[in-house]
Nanobody, 120 residues
Framework: QVQLVESGGGLVQAGGSLRLSCAAS????????MGWHRQVPEKQRELVAT???????NVVDSVKGRFTISRDNAKNTVYLQMESLKPEDTAVYYC??????????????WGQGTQVTVSS
């Protein structure tokens, strides 16, 4: 099994910053892509940013220029640095990873989510 544990969420004023972290552990042979999604009540979960195993990144337009995704392969950890936060960034943020396990199978795993609240 593989576990993803997120940290770093909280309450921040508009214009402020937060850094989310997500550490993967367990029967990991290789972590392929890692990423962050977010969800608000009564809406579908949406992609925010991804980073591949070679470090290439993709960030959705709504957060481009404000959010930066990165990963530390030695620590099996992905980060999301969020700057110039807006009230519309308020959501539960979920970490995701596409992992190949020791047994050779590959699948997506999700973290438990961390709340980010941006006050106006």
């Amino acid at each position: 099994q593989v576990q993803l544990v997120e940290s770093g969420g909280g309450l921040v004023q508009a214009g402020g910053s937060l850094r989310l972290s997500c550490a993967a552990s367990g029967r990991i042979a290789k972590i392929n892509s890692m990423g962050w999604h977010r969800q608000v009540p009564e809406k579908q979960r949406e992609l925010v940013a991804t980073v591949s195993s070679d470090g290439s990144t993709n960030v959705v337009d709504s957060v481009k220029g404000r959010f930066t995704i990165s990963r530390d392969n030695a620590k099996n950890t992905v980060y999301l640095q969020m700057e110039s936060l807006k009230p519309e960034d308020t959501a539960v943020y979920y970490c995701a990873a596409f992992v190949t396990s020791w047994g050779g199978s590959s699948r997506h795993y999700w973290g438990q989510g961390t709340q980010v609240t941006v006050s106006s």
